[in-house]
C-alpha cells in the first residue's frame, strides 16, 4: 500500500540520457504531488523537480532547469524523469516521492511521507 518504485537508472557517458520511471500502486497519482529528489556521495538529499496533481511543474535546482523534464501518465500510474545532456555532478541515488494534492508541491525532503528506494544514475566515460 502507497508504494513507490524507481527504475530506468545505469551508467551513461556524459552527454547522454535517461528517463527514470516510478511506479505507483496502493494509490491513484491523482491525489498526489511527486517530487523527484537526488543524494550524491556525502551531500544532502535535494529535490530536483515536483509535478502537481493537476500537472503542474516546479523546479527547484537551477543546474537541471532546461535538461531534466519531469511527466506524469496517470494511465499508468506513473512518473518520469527525462534527463538530458547529463554530467558527471548528475551522478547520484534519484529517488521520486509522493504528497497529498492538497499540499501541493514541496521540495523539502521532509514534507514527503512517501518514498521509493532509489535508483542509481552513474554518469561517467
Known amino acids: 500500500q502507497l508504494q513507490l518504485v524507481e527504475s530506468g537508472g545505469g551508467l551513461v557517458q556524459p552527454g547522454g540520457s535517461l528517463r527514470l520511471s516510478c511506479a505507483a500502486s496502493?494509490?491513484?497519482?491523482?491525489?498526489?504531488?511527486i517530487g523527484w529528489f537526488r543524494q550524491a556521495p556525502g551531500k544532502e538529499r535535494e529535490g530536483l523537480q515536483c509535478i502537481s496533481s493537476s500537472g503542474s511543474t516546479t523546479y527547484y535546482v537551477d543546474s537541471v532547469k532546461g535538461r531534466f523534464t519531469i511527466s506524469r501518465d496517470n494511465a499508468k500510474n506513473l512518473v518520469y524523469l527525462e534527463m538530458n545532456s547529463l554530467n558527471p555532478e548528475d551522478t547520484a541515488v534519484y529517488y521520486c516521492?509522493?504528497?497529498?494534492?492538497?499540499?501541493?508541491?514541496?521540495?523539502?525532503?521532509?514534507?514527503?511521507?512517501?518514498w521509493g528506494q532509489g535508483t542509481q544514475v552513474t554518469v561517467s566515460s
Open positions: 516521492a509522493a504528497r497529498r494534492a492538497m499540499y501541493g508541491c514541496s521540495a523539502y525532503v521532509s514534507s514527503y511521507p512517501n
Open positions: 496502493g494509490f491513484s497519482l491523482d491525489y498526489y504531488a
